[in-house]
């Protein structure tokens, strides 16, 4: 065996028997509700998706769509996890949940991969939102990958029985001068963990699960976290420990913030914070120190991690989970009103917030970027309208509002989500006359639509694509790739054609 194909060998077995055997190729994964533990719905940069490209014919379209077997109503939004390296070779995949099953799509291919039924023996004591699955998330964002420097190509011949030498196998083609996109860091496993970092499911039992997502098992010891019955709202991991909100209406512990230690196979319960002031609107957002902010109908609370000993940050009627804008020098939490957005200050202490009047909407779903400039952009609609626009606002250093733009009307509007320079926003078709606290049960059909981020003009969108309506999915992003699944339990994915692997 010659020296070429020993290094090639060594290389191949040194990936496959690592136990961090795998890695990412465009950037972060979507790991949780709104893709970040900041809640920003905000994809940094992604070489196809752009207002520069977007307008070009055959640039975005649909790529697949695929039925979700075992999944019974009610599909989560999508987790998604880019290439790792298995026994099964490389994979991206996409994770819904639904009906106590969890499927597992591969987003390259557009075919099944997985999918395992948990015959829970307690179910929700309401009609329950789904619980997402959730996977580990830096609180620090990974950068996006640069392009790769490119040269003139360039051949070199070894000296006899030595072979090429090892810089110039792995960058000499390039020419001097080229480099190498960083890898995104890897996320470290827990011990006993070999080729697969968990992600975790909680079913209606209260019982929490971590699971390796290239195969299904379950690696960890299953532990009771929430009550029986209960409805928890989107999980996520950071800094080795799971949260989960139990919702108001659900179980008889409602109302209550969990924390779960993942250290360690043997699973510990770490904390519970129980609201005293009103009902829990949703997922908690973090900021870059790890602090918690929960929102609920009365008020904004600040938890510490694992331990979740709560501090009033503020008392208001909110509308909407909070959303962390991070800057330079200082941190944001905005969260909605009836008629106004609130900012406060991203400690977590108390704080009088910056108040923002909107007109003519109630912000219930926010999302945030920058823009290319470094300048702070808020993004808001009502996801609980019949009928609504997506609304752009600059973010001043003082914390104030300034209206942009507004998108046209939208049937039953989703949360945005916004794409190096382009906000995808969701007419999910549902019809939303009934109880706000229920998914909805019937509507037209949903359109994803995408707008340049800094005028609100449309550049493309889904057309008659998806044929049913959205009830309790979002948008997630990878790879080039948007992702929704819909009330008939339909995996959709839209992007750019050219294969990813």
């Known amino acids: 065996m010659n020296h070429t194909k020993t290094m090639t060998l060594l290389a191949m077995i040194g990936l496959a028997s690592s136990p961090l055997a795998f890695a990412q190729r465009g950037g972060p994964d979507w790991t949780t509700s709104a893709g970040d533990p900041q809640r920003t719905s905000w994809v940094r940069q992604d070489p196809f998706v752009n207002p520069e490209k977007m307008t070009k014919p055959g640039m975005f379209k649909e790529l697949w769509k ?15 996890i880019s290439t790792y390296i298995g026994y099964r070779g490389f994979k991206a995949l996409a994770i819904v949940t639904g009906g106590g099953h969890i499927a597992a799509v591969d987003y390259d291919l557009g075919v099944p991969f997985w999918n395992k039924q948990y015959d829970a023996s307690a179910k929700p004591a309401c009609a329950a939102w789904p619980s997402a699955v959730g996977k580990a998330s830096s609180l620090t964002p990974i ?43 890897a996320q470290a496993l827990p011990p006993g963990i070999r080729f697969s970092v968990p992600i975790f499911y909680i079913t209606s039992d ?25 409805a928890p709202s989107d999980l996520i991991v950071t800094e080795d420990t799971l949260y989960a909100a139990a919702m108001p209406g659900c179980g008889g512990a409602a109302n209550s913030l969990y924390a779960l230690d993942v250290t360690t196979k043997d699973m ?42 709560s501090t009033t940050v503020g008392e208001a009627a909110l509308t909407s989970t909070p959303v962390v804008i991070t800057g330079k020098s200082s941190e944001w939490v905005a969260v909605g009103t009836k008629d106004s957005i609130l900012l406060f200050d991203g400690k977590g202490t108390a704080a009088t917030p910056v108040k923002s009047a909107v007109s003519g909407f109630t912000p219930t779903a926010l999302a945030t970027y920058d823009d290319k400039s470094g300048a702070h952009w808020l993004l808001a609609t009502d996801d609980m309208a019949a009928k609504g626009s997506v609304h752009a606002f600059k973010v001043s250093d003082d914390g104030s509002l300034t209206a942009a733009w507004s998108s046209s009307e939208l049937a039953a509007p989703g949360r945005p989500m916004i794409v190096d320079g382009i906000v995808f926003t969701l007419s999910t078709g549902a019809d939303r006359s009934g109880d706000h606290t229920k998914p909805p049960t019937k ?19 889904s057309g008659d694509s998806i044929t049913s309506f959205v009830d309790t999915s979002q948008l997630s992003f990878n790879e080039s790739q948007v992702f929704l699944s819909t009330a008939d339990n339909v995996l959709y994915s839209f992007g750019h054609p050219e294969p990813h692997q």
């Open 66 to 80: 695929v039925k979700l077997d075992g999944i019974q109503g009610k599909p989560s939004e999508a987790v998604l």
């Open 443 to 461: 509507g037209t059909h949903a359109t994803i639509y995408a707008l340049d981020a800094a005028t609100g003009k449309p550049v493309w969108d």
């Open 143 to 185: 950068p996006p990958r640069a392009q790769r420097a490119m040269a003139p190509y360039r051949t070199e011949t070894g000296k006899p029985h030595e072979g090429i030498s090892l810089d110039l196998a792995m960058g000499g083609q390039l020419g001097p001068g080229a480099t190498f996109r960083p890898p995104a860091p």
């Open 268 to 309: 510990v319960p770490a904390g519970v914070w129980k609201s005293t002031g009103g009902n829990i609107l949703g997922a908690p957002a973090f900021n870059k120190e790890g602090t918690l902010f929960v929102s609920t109908d009365k008020g904004l609370y600040a938890l510490k991690k694992k331990t979740l000993e």
């Open 206 to 230: 209260g019982i929490a699960h971590a699971i390796t997502f290239d195969s299904g098992k379950e690696p960890f010891k299953p532990v009771q976290l929430l009550p029986a019955g209960s």
